[in-house]
């Protein structure tokens, strides 16, 4: 196939198994405007929703996710491809509420108290969104109480804290243990990352896990997700 023709796809045209992986190419390349398309022509095939979010936005996040931590994707290509996830989650968004789609769970997230770097936190936030989690993303510069404030009111599931410099690392720490002093901190899974963390730092902190990047963040909620519903 020439490229021109190549560039003339017409996503109508495609039937739904040529479609999907056709969508999960789009993501890659981090094109909003077909996803929005493409998400639009399944939906009138009569996809139900949470098939169009699993099969063609999740399922191209999850390759994506994959190649962003063997390195064949850096961080400016994933960003591109979860803005295009956006546009498609938001047409989907809705239907899904509207449904009662199953949520994988539902997380908080925020970068600490005297920390304003936020982009491998929106990463964390967009891949979750990506894989199905309902996230609330309360920005940067987050005091303990913020935080606090929001699992209550949101009753979510996982609490993510970020931290970019070696010196607002310990605040994490001072998160955890108001959690523990108010006798709330087993009610939560207490995921933490950022570029100076590692391992050590998260057992020493009392979080459940350091995640050293989004697809480990992801990959790290629903394990815990999955240990957590059965349980129940």
Same mark, same amino acid.
């Given at each position: 196939?020439? /490229?021109? $023709?190549?560039?003339?796809?017409?996503?109508? $045209?495609?039937? *739904? !198994?040529?479609?999907?992986?056709?969508?999960? *190419?789009?993501?890659?390349?981090? &094109?909003?405007?077909?996803?929005?398309?493409?998400?639009?022509?399944?939906?009138?095939?009569?996809? $139900?929703?949470?098939?169009?979010?699993?099969?063609?936005?999740?399922?191209? &996040?999850?390759?994506?996710?994959? *190649?962003?931590?063997?390195?064949?994707?850096?961080?400016?290509?994933?960003?591109?491809?979860?803005?295009? +996830?956006?546009?498609? +989650?938001?047409?989907?968004?809705?239907?899904?509420?509207?449904?009662?789609?199953?949520?994988?769970?539902?997380?908080?997230?925020? @970068?600490?108290?005297?920390?304003?770097?936020?982009?491998?936190?929106?990463? =964390?936030?967009?891949?979750?969104?990506?894989?199905?989690?309902? =996230?609330?993303?309360?920005?940067?510069?987050?005091?303990?109480?913020?935080?606090?404030?929001?699992?209550?009111?949101?009753?979510?599931?996982?609490?993510?804290?970020?931290?970019?410099?070696? @010196?607002?690392?310990?605040?994490?720490?001072? =998160?955890? !243990? @108001?959690?523990?002093?108010?006798?709330?901190?087993?009610?939560?899974?207490?995921?933490?990352?950022?570029?100076?963390? /590692?391992?050590?730092?998260?057992?020493?902190?009392?979080? *459940?896990?350091?995640?050293?990047?989004?697809?480990?963040?992801?990959?790290?909620?629903?394990?815990?997700?999955?240990?957590?519903? /059965?349980?129940?």
């Amino acid at each position: 196939m020439s /490229n021109e $023709e190549d560039d003339d796809l017409i996503l109508s $045209e495609l039937p *739904d !198994d040529e479609l999907v992986p056709q969508m999960h *190419d789009d993501l890659y390349d981090g &094109m909003a405007d077909e996803i929005a398309e493409g998400v639009d022509i399944l939906l009138e095939r009569g996809w $139900e929703p949470y098939d169009v979010l699993t099969k063609a936005l999740v399922e191209g &996040m999850r390759i994506v996710g994959i *190649d962003f931590r063997d390195g064949i994707l850096f961080v400016p290509e994933v960003l591109l491809a979860a803005g295009a +996830m956006k546009r498609g +989650m938001a047409i989907l968004k809705p239907l899904l509420v509207d449904s009662g789609a199953p949520q994988l769970g539902k997380l908080v997230i925020g @970068t600490v108290k005297g920390d304003i770097h936020d982009i491998g936190k929106n990463l =964390v936030a967009m891949m979750m969104e990506g894989a199905g989690f309902e =996230v609330v993303d309360l920005g940067i510069n987050n005091p303990v109480e913020s935080y606090l404030e929001a699992l209550d009111k949101e009753n979510a599931d996982i609490l993510g804290m970020s931290a970019l410099l070696t @010196t607002t690392m310990p605040y994490m720490k001072v =998160v955890i !243990d @108001t959690m523990k002093e108010q006798g709330i901190r087993d009610d939560y899974i207490v995921l933490v990352g950022g570029a100076p963390l /590692n391992e050590e730092f998260g057992k020493a902190i009392g979080a *459940d896990s350091y995640c050293r990047d989004a697809a480990v963040a992801v990959e790290t909620a629903k394990e815990y997700m999955a240990r957590k519903h /059965n349980q129940l």
